[in-house]
């Protein structure tokens, strides 16, 4: 008797479970303005998760239709893109994921470091990072981006005159200026010439050759620019260039050395060659080129020493990228509610019962 039950039971769960996963292939709605594309109840669920994951909370139905609408629109514009010849490369998919992903890791990496620094922090391999963080796999995070290059392509494609003629006014440039000025100064800085050999190369004596170096560069037998090039070829053992740094604790980490050390350094003149500094994983030295002193910056100082860009040039291209993006944000919704038409979109869920599968 209580293996019937057993049983029973057993069946009533496969049965529930046949339910839900009918619901979840149940279509919502079809795109087919180019080819028919189905929206599942299971990919909506999907990006909701993606966006509660966003927004720390569930989504309620209005959401939810606000989100089904997005995917409609999403998949319309992709296939306007596709039908106008507009495509993007899975390398360029690649190459955008790994630029947000080294930005986040604050270093340039490949897939294959990424997956290891990932492991070696969270003990997850990269997808299951990315389905905690995304609720998506790498797989499919990357098929998101791409359609959402893809749609982007294309929106810039239609409204590529527009987007030249938006550009901030002169007004518009010395009004965030001066809403914004405490942000534009400059810190106490130097340019260092810096001669690093990390002691990790078993084939070089760090410390010797640090020496030989520092004694080219003082005999003037090498200058900066030659160090730096001999720097650059094969298992030269070394790496040597200019840098600019700020009298912080972060800058002297940077460097390698105590924070005591920076400040004095920052009383040094220009000219002065540090002697090696025989470190834990380096020897290295340094030579300043430059100082530069703390200042408020106005409209026509550079942005940063040893740059050509003005505070007015940094504003004008900030404010104009921020202005074309809300334009392109506008376009994208007119362009995509122009294309929804019972011609391109058939919604095969609506009113009482499209809440009812959207009430999960």
Not at 54 to 80: C, F, H, N, S
Not at 183 to 203: C, E, H, I, Q, T
Not at 258 to 287: A, H, K, M, W
Request: net charge neutral; proline share 1%.
């Amino acid at each position: 008797m209580k293996m019937k039950h057993c049983t029973f039971v057993s069946m009533m769960m496969f049965a529930a479970a046949a339910v839900f996963a009918q619901s979840d292939l149940q279509v919502l709605a079809v795109v087919k303005l180019n080819k028919s594309e189905s929206i599942t109840v299971r990919q909506l669920k999907t990006r909701v998760g993606v966006y509660e994951k966003q927004a720390g909370k569930v989504l309620t139905v209005d959401e939810r239709k606000q989100t089904l609408d997005a995917l409609i629109y999403e998949k319309l514009v992709t296939q306007a893109a596709q039908k106008a010849g507009l495509s993007i490369a899975d390398s360029q998919v690649n190459q955008y994921f790994l630029q947000s992903m080294s930005q986040m890791v604050g270093k340039q990496v490949n897939e294959q470091e990424l997956n290891t620094i990932v492991r070696q922090e969270t003990k997850m391999s990269l997808d299951e990072f990315m389905k905690q963080q995304a609720g998506m796999s790498v797989a499919e995070y990357k098929e998101y981006l791409k359609a959402q290059l893809t749609a982007q392509q294309y929106i810039v494609s239609q409204r590529q005159n527009e987007l030249q003629d938006i550009t901030p006014t002169d007004e518009e440039i010395r009004t965030f200026y001066e809403i914004h000025k405490t942000n534009f100064v400059w810190s106490d800085m130097l340019r260092l010439f810096l001669v690093y050999v990390p002691k990790g190369n078993a084939s070089v004596d760090a410390k010797a050759k640090a020496a030989e170096l520092l004694a080219s560069y003082k005999n003037k037998k090498n200058t900066r620019d030659q160090i730096a090039a001999q720097s650059n070829a094969a298992n030269s053992g070394f790496q040597a260039g200019e840098i600019l740094i700020n009298k912080t604790e972060s800058s002297a980490i940077q460097l390698g050395v105590p924070y005591r050390v920076l400040i004095d350094l920052f009383s040094q003149n220009v000219g002065f060659i540090s002697e090696v500094q025989d470190n834990e994983t380096n020897c290295q030295f340094y030579s300043v080129i430059e100082k530069y002193d703390a200042k408020m910056l106005a409209l026509s100082d550079i942005v940063q020493p040893g740059t050509t860009v003005t505070v007015y040039e940094y504003i004008r291209q900030n404010l104009g990228q921020q202005k074309q993006m809300e334009y392109l944000q506008k376009a994208a919704d007119e362009i995509s509610k122009s294309l929804d038409t019972s011609g391109n979109v058939e919604r095969k869920k609506t009113g009482a019962d499209l809440d009812k599968l959207l009430s999960w």
